[in-house]
């Protein structure tokens, strides 16, 4: 599976972006598909998950409220809803799949695969 992230970009403090991850490959809808981020310095952060058929999906407590993932099977596409954005959102966002098919996957070395990852940067 390759994965390709786009969508990042410069947005004013408490504004919104749409990230989109776009997956190759005829599995994609069997795969769990995350969303991590990573600021300068500091750790990958789990942000987001959904379940291959996109009925169960699970946040990072940082988020939750303010960011929605979902999943278009038949584009083989995940995107990240982001409202409300603040400084501390500011990272690389990165898009995650495994073929596990648990959601609830929160830790970067439970998925196998990854993109390039995506720069969202939020002034104030």
């Known amino acids: 599976v390759q994965l390709q992230a786009s969508g990042g970009g410069l947005v004013q403090s408490g504004g919104s972006l749409r990230l989109s991850c776009a997956a190759s490959?005829?599995?994609?809808?069997?795969?769990?598909m995350g969303w991590f981020r990573q600021a300068p310095g500091k750790e990958r952060e789990f942000v987001a998950s959904?379940?291959?058929?996109?009925?169960?999906?699970y946040y990072g407590d940082s988020v939750k409220g303010r960011f929605t993932i979902s999943r278009d099977n038949a584009k083989n596409t995940v995107y990240l809803q982001m409202n409300s954005l603040s400084p501390e959102d500011a990272a690389v966002y990165y898009c995650?799949?495994?073929?596990?098919?648990?959601?609830?996957?929160?830790?970067?070395?439970?998925?196998?695969?990854w993109g390039q990852g995506t720069l969202v940067t939020v002034s104030s």
């Open positions: 490959g005829r599995t994609f809808s069997s795969y769990v």
């Open positions: 995650a799949a495994d073929p596990s098919a648990i959601a609830g996957r929160f830790r970067p070395t439970q998925y196998a695969y």
């Open positions: 959904i379940s291959p058929r996109g009925g169960i999906t």
